[in-house]
């Protein structure tokens, strides 16, 4: 599983009331194995949450990953490369709890997509 955005909000190590936090220890308390990446948070990140991987970007992040779950909204995740992602999972399935993407772009990348408030999104 990989975790994109870790801060509590974008341009920010700042990792008080993160949502990351309960969602990445909830993960783990189902078993999943965790990727993370953020382009400020990672070492705030590292005090607060254990037994994860972080990564040095995004497609790494990806890489392997059943899913990948979009936290906080950094401008650098609306710009993502979805063919590369895609190439470098195992499942084309992105969650956007941000909803930063237009369902219908990354359905058309082949993609399972999820997003709040929106439902389930097939090819």
Partial sequence: MGVL???FKPNTDDM????????ITAL???GAKVKAYDPE???QARTEL????YCDGPYSCADGAD?????????QFRALDLAQLKQAMTTP??????????PEEVISQGFR???VGRGSQRE
């Fill in 50 to 53: 254990l037994d994860v991987t």
């Fill in 28 to 30: 783990q308390d189902l």
């Fill in 41 to 43: 948070g990672i070492e």
């Fill in 16 to 23: 008080r009331e993160a949502p990351a936090i309960p969602l």
């Fill in 5 to 7: 955005g870790l801060t």
């Fill in 67 to 75: 899913a990948l779950v979009i936290v906080t909204e950094w401008e």
């Fill in 93 to 102: 399935v992105l969650v956007d709890l941000r909803n930063i993407y237009r």
């Fill in 113 to 115: 997509y999820e997003s």
